[in-house]
């Protein structure tokens, strides 16, 4: 049973609007481009899995994607937990083509495609921290000790994964994403007693979602961008002009004429992930770019936000479901 869906990382959605509303000559738009690709890829690989988890039995199994837990003043992430009364499964995905090789010697992976080499850390290490760090995390909630197993898989269809001759057992460790429902019958015939009673998994259910903590940052700090470089407006869904002009109630493109009634919606999604979730009738205007309190109250007050305070010091609470616990 899926217990937390996987979503689209906060991240990926910030950078994403932040691309949105900053010029393409603007001298870190590439790299905000490349980061964000990279991290499309890898939740594209983590997507990869629903398939071969899907064979998993519903009553046996728990599934948590994309959890981030704190241990002693320290957050630590797993791409996928899957639970069980007999053992847990760490998943750790890696979506990269060409040649891996996964050097053990000195714990890196070494990736070789068209010709040209990159290194990249070792997922090894890092899944055998991961062991450790929730290992004493569940300590930590009192449950009971149960085998905790690891497992790196790669998500690419055309990866080729190598290791050095006397490494052939990191086969335990690693293995293609068409290899993973073998792999998990492999690990259940390994550990046939049960570890943990139905009472426990329901407490580890309840504390993962409670304490899962998702990654929140500020992408202005991050790529040390000012806020007065992002284009303020509303975006045209059309053709992407910026800025839609309010006519007659409705959003209007001066670039390819079409109008749009709740074009403001996605306006407001995006100061959401650029600036947080509290928003007032002046920051309002300025950011939709509208001379009028009265029009902006309406616009609010239309969505049916929560709000608190009165009349210049009001602030509204932007609210949107795809965004909650990401």
Same mark, same amino acid.
């Given at each position: 049973?899926?217990?937390?869906?996987?979503?689209? +990382?906060? @991240?990926?959605?910030?950078?994403?609007? $932040?691309?949105?509303?900053?010029?393409?000559?603007?001298?870190?738009?590439?790299?905000?481009?490349?980061?964000?690709?990279?991290?499309?890829?890898?939740?594209?690989?983590?997507?990869?899995?629903?398939?071969?988890?899907?064979?998993?039995?519903?009553?046996?199994?728990?599934?948590?994607?994309?959890?981030?837990?704190?241990?002693?003043?320290?957050?630590?992430?797993?791409?996928? $937990?899957?639970?069980?009364?007999?053992?847990?499964?760490?998943?750790?995905?890696?979506?990269?083509?060409?040649?891996?090789?996964?050097?053990?010697?000195?714990?890196?992976?070494?990736?070789?495609?068209?010709?040209?080499?990159?290194?990249?850390?070792? +997922?090894?290490?890092?899944?055998?921290? *991961?062991?450790? *760090?929730?290992?004493?995390?569940?300590?930590?909630?009192?449950?009971?000790?149960?085998?905790?197993?690891?497992?790196?898989?790669?998500?690419?269809?055309?990866?080729?994964? *190598?290791?050095?001759?006397?490494?052939?057992? @990191?086969? *335990?460790?690693?293995?293609?994403?068409?290899?993973?429902?073998?792999?998990?019958?492999?690990?259940?015939?390994?550990?046939?007693?049960?570890?943990?009673?139905?009472?426990? @998994?329901?407490? @580890?259910?309840?504390? $993962?979602?409670?304490?899962?903590?998702?990654?929140?940052?500020?992408?202005?700090?991050?790529?040390?961008?000012?806020?007065?470089?992002?284009?303020?407006?509303?975006?045209?869904?059309?053709?992407?002009?910026?800025?839609?002009?309010?006519?007659?109630?409705?959003?209007?493109?001066?670039?390819?004429?079409?109008?749009?009634?709740?074009?403001?919606?996605?306006?407001?999604?995006?100061?959401?992930?650029?600036?947080?979730?509290?928003?007032?009738?002046?920051?309002?205007?300025?950011?939709?770019?509208?001379?009028?309190?009265?029009?902006?109250?309406?616009?609010?007050?239309?969505?049916?936000?929560?709000?608190?305070?009165?009349?210049?010091?009001?602030?509204?609470?932007?609210?949107?479901?795809?965004?909650?616990?990401?």
């Amino acid at each position: 049973m899926i217990v937390k869906k996987r979503k689209v +990382p906060l @991240i990926n959605l910030k950078l994403e609007a $932040l691309l949105r509303r900053i010029p393409t000559t603007h001298p870190k738009y590439l790299l905000i481009k490349e980061n964000l690709a990279k991290r499309s890829s890898g939740y594209q690989g983590e997507l990869s899995l629903n398939y071969p988890l899907s064979f998993l039995d519903e009553k046996e199994y728990f599934i948590f994607h994309d959890l981030r837990l704190n241990i002693s003043d320290h957050y630590f992430q797993i791409d996928t $937990l899957v639970i069980s009364q007999k053992f847990i499964l760490i998943i750790e995905v890696k979506n990269i083509t060409g040649t891996l090789f996964f050097d053990q010697e000195f714990h890196q992976l070494i990736r070789t495609h068209n010709g040209e080499e990159a290194v990249f850390p070792d +997922p090894i290490t890092q899944i055998k921290r *991961q062991i450790l *760090q929730l290992r004493q995390w569940l300590t930590n909630k009192q449950i009971p000790e149960i085998p905790i197993v690891p497992l790196v898989v790669v998500s690419h269809p055309n990866a080729i994964i *190598q290791t050095s001759p006397k490494h052939q057992n @990191i086969n *335990q460790i690693v293995a293609n994403r068409y290899y993973l429902s073998t792999r998990i019958n492999q690990i259940e015939r390994n550990y046939p007693k049960d570890m943990l009673s139905s009472k426990d @998994i329901k407490k @580890i259910t309840r504390l $993962l979602l409670k304490e899962h903590a998702p990654l929140d940052t500020s992408v202005f700090d991050q790529y040390e961008i000012n806020s007065t470089e992002v284009g303020k407006g509303v975006i045209c869904s059309g053709c992407s002009h910026l800025p839609m002009i309010r006519v007659n109630g409705a959003w209007y493109c001066e670039q390819c004429k079409i109008s749009e009634k709740d074009a403001h919606v996605q306006a407001l999604k995006d100061y959401y992930l650029l600036y947080g979730s509290q928003i007032s009738n002046k920051h309002a205007r300025e950011f939709l770019m509208i001379s009028s309190p009265f029009l902006v109250s309406r616009i609010l007050r239309s969505m049916k936000l929560p709000s608190s305070g009165i009349t210049k010091g009001k602030t509204y609470e932007l609210t949107f479901k795809e965004f909650q616990n990401c």
